[in-house]
């Protein structure tokens, strides 16, 4: 298990100060595949909580994928048994998270095992399974949503679960879709995304296109009332039923930690002088962009 560092934030894709809308994907390790850190426990409880209150607003599947989320749910025990020994324990049909004393019996979750999934780590899981117009949201455990609606995309395609996000269409629907199809089983991918939001809440089901200023954000607190939003993304085909896993695991810090790195917030301060208006509106930062910049401008200014 990884503890946050105090230096600064543990993934950075802002760090080479350009801003590129671009698919980005990278070989991934499986060793590397899920990330526990030590904020497990506190988000785990969380799950649990958004869970219990709607559980439809964050797991939510359509008819036919239950053998896939069982194949998920199987992948995962495997992967954690090899690579995070300690996690959880599997005993007598009953999954335990050893942090939490949480206990989940197999045969309770036998239809809707991606739920139980979900519980069992930080990450969000959605799977994809083609379709007329491309993959398809078929299910997903999503606790962690970055200002969308699972009812919104749920049984949708790629292009259309895409449709507002500036510059999508253009210039990464296509070779989204190639990529999909051409997937193997024994390459799996992540990507790093990135944003600003001026809430540090996990769960966030609306607040794109913003544009009122808040005059409450100021550069002098921006450090504090802003946080980096950063998903570390995996994608990876399931052997058996052929359909794609999508993973999101969501690192939220305050913006104040780069005051460790100035070499990070002058590169971040670059990126998002680059990013295209309509990216920057879909992201919600003209409320706070001028505070934002003025703060990363002090900041970055200690590098020298
Ligand atoms: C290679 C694969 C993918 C790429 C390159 C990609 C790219 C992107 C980008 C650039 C954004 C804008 C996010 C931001 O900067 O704030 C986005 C948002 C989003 N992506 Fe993906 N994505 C991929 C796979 C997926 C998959 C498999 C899903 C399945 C659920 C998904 C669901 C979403 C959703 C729901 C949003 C928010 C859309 C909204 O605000 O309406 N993405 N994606």
């Not at 649990?48 to 053998?67: H, I, Q, T, W």
């Amino acid at each position: 298990m990884t503890a946050r560092e105090p230096g600064g934030p543990r993934y950075a894709p802002y760090a080479n100060g350009r801003f590129a809308l671009a698919m980005g994907l990278v070989a991934l390790d499986p060793k590397d595949w899920i990330d526990a850190d030590d904020r497990r426990a506190a988000e785990l409880q969380e799950k649990e909580r958004l869970l219990a209150a709607n559980r439809k607003a964050v797991f939510d599947d359509l008819p036919g994928s239950e053998a896939a989320q069982r194949e998920v749910l199987v992948i995962l025990l495997e992967n954690l048994e090899r690579h995070h020994p300690g996690l959880v324990g599997v005993e007598d049909g009953t999954v335990t998270v050893r942090e939490t004393g949480k206990s989940y019996g197999l045969a309770d979750f036998s239809d809707h095992a991606l739920d139980l999934a979900g519980r069992l780590v930080q990450e969000d899981f959605c799977l994809m399974r083609p379709g007329e117009e491309g993959y398809v949201l078929h299910a997903a455990s999503l606790c962690f949503p970055a200002r969308w609606k699972l009812a919104e995309k749920l049984g949708q395609p790629m292009m259309r679960i895409h449709e507002r996000v500036s510059g999508y269409a253009e210039r990464l629907g296509r070779p989204v879709d190639r990529f999909f199809e051409h997937l193997r089983a024994d390459k799996p991918v992540q990507r790093l995304n990135w944003s600003l939001v001026d809430d540090p809440a996990l769960f966030q089901t609306g607040g794109k296109f913003r544009t009122a200023e808040d005059a409450g954000i100021t550069p002098e607190n921006a450090g504090d009332r802003l946080w980096l939003r950063v998903e570390r993304q995996t994608l990876r085909r399931l052997p058996e039923s052929g359909d794609i896993l999508f993973t999101i695991r969501t690192f939220v810090d305050p913006l104040s930690c780069l005051e460790a790195r100035p070499d990070l917030a002058a590169a971040l301060r670059a990126s998002l002088d680059q990013m295209p208006e309509g990216m920057q509106l879909y992201k919600s930062l003209p409320p706070f962009r001028d505070a934002l910049d003025r703060y990363l401008e002090r900041v970055s200014s200690r590098a020298a």
